[in-house]
Nanobody
Framework: QVQLVESGGGVVHAGGSLRLSCADS????????MGWLRQAPGKEREFVAA????????YYTDSVKGRFAISRDNAKNTVYLQMNSLKPEDTAVYYC??????????????WGQGTQVTVSS
């Protein structure tokens, strides 16, 4: 059973960095593709990044390319999202998800509870 717990959110000034972590306490790491999605106040949840089961392939939404990096450590059942050069528009609740990648589309099936990221200007 997939049980995802995010951590690492917080408040940071624009231009700063944060690293989010997502621990899979169900020890299913490596079975699922993993991804990060976010939801800003008043907006729909949107895709941010995804990584294949092996970690060999990564995918990003255009607005974070070159600033964010997704990685995974299957031995630790953990997925990371390194966020650099943060902007106020990155402010959102960030959700970790487990699922599958079809061609280049991440389809989430399992969700964490979310962690708040706030970027002040």
């Amino acid at each position: 059973q997939v049980q995802l717990v995010e951590s690492g959110g917080g408040v940071v000034h624009a231009g700063g960095s944060l690293r989010l972590s997502c621990a899979d306490s169900g020890h299913t790491s490596g079975i699922y593709a993993m991804g990060w999605l976010r939801q800003a106040p008043g907006k729909e949840r949107e895709f941010v990044a995804a990584i294949s089961c092996s970690g060999a392939s990564t995918y990003y939404t255009d607005s974070v390319k070159g600033r964010f990096a997704i990685s995974r450590d299957n031995a630790k059942n953990t997925v990371y999202l390194q966020m650099n050069s943060l902007k106020p528009e990155d402010t959102a609740v960030y959700y970790c998800a487990g699922g599958m990648i079809v061609v280049t589309t991440f389809l989430p099936n399992y969700w964490g509870q979310g962690t708040q990221v706030t970027v002040s200007s």
